[in-house]
């Protein structure tokens, strides 16, 4: 399955850039309590290469001096005349707070005229030609929705366990070689970094398309392929994640947290994925052990397969090849985490995310 549907690969890689006219672009960074990643990603959106490009920074009702910072870093850097602060107006009812924030920037971007909107995110450092080349790859591959997966964190051992694997299961949940094929109605992005062209933004609702989405980046991504739109997901490396998860309470509270609705809180599904992981990732390293029925040499050749496969997802995020070992283990505990999903969806469970509290609710309009 994974040979065959290319997932072992890293790749596509977005293409080198070159210099060109593209129109205005317009970077919309939502923000909230993010003084501390600010001076370490804000001056790489300033930086960036191409020449029309201004920032919209959405300071999402902060408790701490985000307005501040950045508009210092601003002046620090010369980006007076293309910084531009925005503060939403108060969180309404039926609207998730990041998605609320990315409107009013939506907003400020149209006023600034934007031939592209380049959605980001506060804590996502990005290199100086980072820009060049999402636009550079849009035009090669004729696409107006260009996204790029960031490189994230593995710095703790609980993050060189299941940030890999988080990585290695997005891309089987959404192959991105069909995401890439127009005829098809596979979409999936990565909210980090997704570069949309306005105009296909406005054909398929703004952002009020997603208004109570929990997972905003895919349905952004599903509702422009639903309007023709032409996607595009790979990885580059110098797109990078600035947060630390650190420990595995935190990693299991984040994937917890959405899990379900990856699966569109639908009981059967949860179950095929249950099922699916502990058969194919857990059940022959059991068998290897010789805790589960089955040939241990079978056990042994199907987790060297799985190794393999997953070695290419280890190797790009920095940790040893021997990692690639550990992977039934970090199958195991997402497995765990979906069905903790699950369990706070049906118990209503209030989860807490950027100080923010969610309660149970019906599935969002996107995934009716």
Not at 55 to 78: I, M
Not at 89 to 102: C, F, I, N, R, S
Not at 225 to 232: E, Q, V
Request: with cysteine; charged share 20%; hydrophobic share 45%.
């Amino acid at each position: 399955y994974a040979v065959w549907g290319r997932r072992w690969r890293v790749e596509p890689m977005l293409e080198r850039a070159y210099p060109g006219e593209w129109g205005r672009v317009v970077a919309v960074v939502p923000a909230r309590n993010e003084a501390l990643e600010l001076p370490v990603t804000l001056p790489c959106l300033l930086r960036q290469t191409y020449g029309d490009f201004h920032v919209v920074l959405v300071d999402d009702h902060s408790t701490d001096n985000t307005a501040a910072v950045a508009e210092q870093l601003a002046r620090e850097y010369g980006a007076e005349g293309r910084f531009h602060l925005v503060q939403p107006p108060p969180l309404p009812e039926g609207w998730m707070g990041k998605v609320w924030a990315q409107r009013a920037g939506y907003e400020e971007a149209r006023r600034l005229g934007a031939a592209w909107i380049w959605f980001t995110d506060a804590d996502i450092r990005h290199e100086p030609d980072v820009l060049e080349r999402l636009l550079t790859t849009a035009e090669r591959w004729e696409r107006d929705f260009v996204s790029v997966m960031a490189r994230l964190r593995t710095d703790t051992l609980a993050e060189k366990l299941l940030i890999p694997a988080f990585t290695y299961f997005f891309a089987m949940l959404y192959p991105f070689h069909r995401i890439a094929r127009d005829e098809l109605a596979d979409a999936g992005a990565a909210g980090g970094c997704m570069l949309v062209r306005k105009e296909l933004l406005e054909r398929a609702g703004g952002i009020d398309a997603i208004r109570d989405a929990v997972i905003d980046d895919v349905a952004l991504a599903k509702a422009c392929k639903r309007a023709g739109g032409r996607l595009w997901l790979g990885y580059h490396p110098g797109v990078q994640s600035t947060r630390s998860y650190g420990s595995l309470g935190a990693i299991w509270a984040m994937v917890a947290r959405s899990a379900y609705t990856q699966l569109n809180y639908n009981p059967l599904l949860l179950a095929v994925c249950v099922f699916g992981l502990f058969v194919v990732f857990v059940w022959p390293a059991l068998a290897l052990l010789g805790f589960a029925a089955g040939r241990k040499l079978w056990g042994l050749v199907a987790v060297l397969a799985m190794a393999r496969t997953y070695l290419p997802f280890v190797r790009y995020l920095g940790c040893g090849s021997l990692w690639s070992l550990t992977l039934p283990v970090a199958a195991t505990l997402y497995t765990a985490m979906t069905v903790t999903s699950a369990w706070w969806y049906y118990r209503g469970t209030r989860t807490r995310w950027k100080g923010r509290e969610y309660g149970r609710s019906e599935p969002p309009v996107a995934l009716r």
